[in-house]
């Protein structure tokens, strides 16, 4: 289930309908029960392969599962309680905005839901008084700046294209939206690696790798129970980026599956050779390059 | 086994604290993460925060101020945790033991439980002691999900 | 946040394996003022060392640091042998030459891992290290041990090199030198590193020498001082000139490492092959008595000990300058007006050892 059209049932009409509402409902079980743990393994794996290219063995496939279940065992210990609601909401955002790419809403609402789940983890970032957690939360709002407007215009080409903004509209093209956007793909590939925090943009915390100058960054302050499910929501972000991704090949299965396990290796490769970048050098490059690219196809769909 | 008790001894995170002594064993914890020895292959992470750890390892004598350091560490650490003091200045003082401002050992400040001795510890020395306290954390959460519930 | 924030570096931090505290001054990401607080590893030496046996007191030199013990031992031994007017044989002196060399080598190979942790790129770091254990079996294999080897003691060395350790280091340092230079392919090239090394924490060259920098920090701004010019040990006997870069910023200080790490290889080489036969160790007798000062080239810069003896069993006084001490100044003045990701790399690009500073 790497991506979200995948998981449509065959019974759909593909004319770009909704989806039945039985249909729907066995779509959303699926999509909280299979998406994280599609999410852990991936993880699980990317860990293992980025040991690879260091020379380790590794850890095992499964082992994302057993930090994520010794977290939810550790004692709950909140600086203080609207922290711990964030870390609720930040989760709960997650799963809405990835089920709502599952049914084939509107691609605008999916975009805002899930902006605010990261905001809901700014948020809970900023709540507490360690410094660490507070400067890993301004960084994290530069980068809602500067990747925001690139998903943006992801939207609005998909709209040129499909001529709607909701996103089974992809279903049921003729053919995939990377012919005609894939500039835009591209530009998207920095948005894929600032949201899943790897270099050169962790700059505001990494789950698995100790951060250097700001220790955990934003998630300093969570420990136990309270980081699991900040993790948790980390899968789910995982399959939903993916989801996304596959919808530029929404017209095969194949297609969908072999783009997200591209811009999968890529995200691990890009990982692996490059060091972290400062958030100046992140905002300058990201714009110049990403939403440059994504304005110039948006333009060319415009004149074309 | 159940999941629970797996995961505990499946996923230790370190917290590497120096309290000061002269860097050999601090240098040989970090040896342990590199490709040779490779300790992730047994799921640990070194975290450097000490909320998101369950095991501290402590190398380097004691003084007053490093002491302090190691308590608030080691308060902020949520249960169950376990203790370990590699090389033989965190387990006794070592060379330094009577010095004017040392503390005879890491358990002055904190409770230690498991200890390394040697000059400087080596890394299979190291690895080998969190494996070993790999079961006393999980023998430890037992007690811990004993006395909440 | 709008006004001025403390940040809290240290003393418990992923990037020093050390305690070091830097209370920073901060506004938004820039830094305004840097507070160093000390005192974490104070372990009073010093006062250990006029307590102690004279001879017991070179296992407390070694102590002093873990990365750089060999060279502690080295210049304990050195300074009292000055004092004792004892001639080491010239095969021991090829020996301590080499092992100088590899501890310079694991030195700055850890280093260049920290360093590389420091930019957030963890393969290299993982390399860089992988890179280091060759020299680290060749410390043990040559040595016995991999950090406190006690081979030096005063009046030679305690152990003698084999012909089958002679030909492991020969092939290992063929290994280090293939491994190492992809290493230094990455450091030197990789336009990411530049990026955040060219132009970050400059330290002209009128600067390095008015705050009293040394080592690679004060060759990195463009002046030629090796204390290894000083001849002692074998160092009189081989062919080498200091590594210096012109640059004065923290790339010119990470690519004098990097170079010196190609010198130290080659020193070995040449020692290994010029290592003439004899007797490693002679019989010392009496007590010290005098003062003495010995400066040595450690990796991070210049060694001084000052040893005063009065001929009884122990010293009267013992006093290390470490290099560290005398780079904090320079360091101090390249944070004030960096940004707080800079912070990392610019006290790295000095490779602080705030065990040797604060003993």
């Not at chain 1, 979200?4 to 039945?20: E, F, H, I, K, N």
């Not at chain 1, 998207?188 to 943009?201: G, T, W, Y």
């Not at chain 3, 992809?182 to 924490?201: A, M, N, S, W």
Request: one cysteine or more; charged letters at 20%; glycine letters at 8%.
């Amino acid at each position: 289930m790497g991506c979200a059209c995948g998981d449509r049932p065959t019974s759909l009409d593909v004319g770009g309908s909704a989806v039945s509402v039985t249909a729907g409902f066995w779509l959303m079980v699926l999509g909280i029960v299979v998406a994280p743990l599609v999410g852990g393994l991936l993880t699980g794996l990317e860990r293992k392969v980025i040991a690879r290219f260091q020379g380790r063995q590794g850890p095992p496939l499964v082992q994302a599962f057993y930090d994520l279940i010794k977290l939810w065992q550790k004692q709950p210990r909140a600086v203080n309680r609207i922290q711990v609601v964030y870390a609720y909401a930040h989760l709960f955002f997650m799963i809405v905005s990835l089920l709502a790419l599952l049914l084939g809403q509107d691609l605008l609402m999916i975009l805002f839901i899930f902006s605010f789940a990261s905001v809901a983890l700014i948020l809970g970032g900023l709540s507490v008084d360690s410094p660490y957690s507070r400067i890993g939360s301004q960084r994290e709002i530069v980068q809602l700046l500067v990747y925001e407007p690139i998903l943006i215009l992801m939207v609005i080409a998909f709209y040129k294209v499909t001529g709607s903004f909701m996103a089974r509209a992809a279903w049921g093209l003729g053919q995939p939206l990377i012919y005609q956007i894939p500039l835009v793909l591209v530009a998207f590939l920095s948005v894929f690696i600032i949201k899943l925090r790897k270099s050169p943009f962790d700059l505001a915390t990494q789950l698995h790798e100790p951060h250097q100058e700001l220790v955990k960054g934003i998630i300093t302050e969570y420990s136990g129970p309270h980081l699991a499910l900040i993790e948790l929501a980390s899968w789910y972000e995982m399959v939903f980026l993916l989801g996304l991704v596959a919808l530029f090949w929404s017209t095969s299965w194949i297609g969908a599956l072999i783009l997200a396990a591209v811009f999968f290796s890529l995200l691990t490769l890009i990982d692996n050779v490059t060091p972290r970048a400062t958030y100046a050098w992140m905002v300058k490059f990201v714009w110049k390059v990403g939403l440059g690219l994504a304005v110039v196809n948006v333009t060319c769909l415009y004149l074309g | 086994m159940s999941l629970v008790a797996l995961s505990r001894k499946k996923s230790p995170w370190l917290l590497h604290f120096e309290t000061g002594g002269c860097n050999g064993c601090a240098i040989e914890v970090w040896a342990c993460l590199t490709p040779v020895y490779d300790v992730e292959r047994f799921g640990m992470v070194n975290t450097g925060n000490p909320k998101h750890a369950d095991v501290l390892i402590v190398t380097g004598c004691v003084n007053a101020r490093s002491g302090r350091v190691l308590r608030n560490l080691y308060s902020q650490m949520p249960e169950p945790k376990v203790v370990i003091a590699v090389g033989v200045c965190a387990c006794t003082g070592g060379i330094f033991h009577d010095s004017y401002n040392l503390a005879p050992g890491a358990d002055r400040a904190i409770p230690v439980d498991i200890y390394i001795p040697n000059c400087a510890a080596r890394p299979e020395a190291i690895i080998d002691s969190v494996l070993h306290a790999v079961d006393l954390l999980e023998e430890k959460g037992r007690s811990y999900d004993a006395r909440r519930s | 946040m709008i006004g001025k924030t403390v940040i809290p570096f240290g003393p418990q931090h992923a990037v020093f394996p050390e305690p070091f505290h830097w209370r920073l001054v901060m506004e938004e990401e820039r830094v305004l003022d840097a507070i160093p607080g000390i005192g974490y590893m104070h372990r009073g030496i010093e006062q250990l060392a006029t307590r102690m046996e004279f001879a017991k007191t070179l296992f407390l030199a070694e102590r002093v640091c873990g990365i750089c013990s060999f060279m502690h031992a080295l210049a304990y031994a050195e300074s009292l042998e000055k004092l004792m007017d004892v001639e080491v044989p010239p095969r021991a002196k090829y020996l301590r030459t080499i092992w100088a060399e590899l501890a310079r080598l694991q030195s700055h190979l850890l280093w260049i891992g920290l360093a590389a942790d420091a930019f957030g790129f963890e393969s290299l770091f993982m390399q860089a290290w992988r890179v280091r254990e060759y020299v680290m079996d060749m410390v043990e294999f040559t040595e016995g041990g991999r950090v406190m080897t006690s081979s030096v003691t005063i009046g030679g060395v305690r152990r003698d090199l084999h012909e089958e350790a002679i030909e492991f280091l020969l092939e290992n340092l063929d290994k280090l030198e293939v491994g190492f230079e992809e290493v230094y392919q990455v450091f030197t090239e990789d336009p990411l590193i530049k990026h955040r090394t060219v132009g970050v924490g400059i330290l002209s060259k009128e600067d390095s020498i008015r705050l009293g920098a040394v080592g690679p920090t004060l060759r990195g701004s463009g002046v030629a001082q090796d204390m290894r010019m000083l001849g002692y040990a074998a160092y009189g006997e081989l062919e080498f000139q200091p590594v210096v870069e012109d640059s004065c910023d923290s790339y010119a200080r990470m690519v004098v490492r990097l170079k010196e790490c190609f010198q130290s290889i080659n020193l070995i080489r040449q020692a290994i092959k010029k290592l003439p036969d004899g007797d490693v160790l002679v019989k010392v007798r009496g007590k010290p008595e005098g003062e003495v000062v010995t400066r040595i080239e450690q990796p991070r810069g210049e060694l001084l000990y000052y040893i005063k003896a009065n001929g009884t069993k122990s010293l009267e006084r013992f006093r290390i300058r470490t290099p560290t001490l005398s780079n904090l100044p320079p360091l101090m003045h390249m944070i004030k007006g960096a940004c707080l990701a800079d912070v990392p790399v610019i006290t790295l690009s000095i490779d602080t050892c705030i065990a040797c500073t604060e003993r």
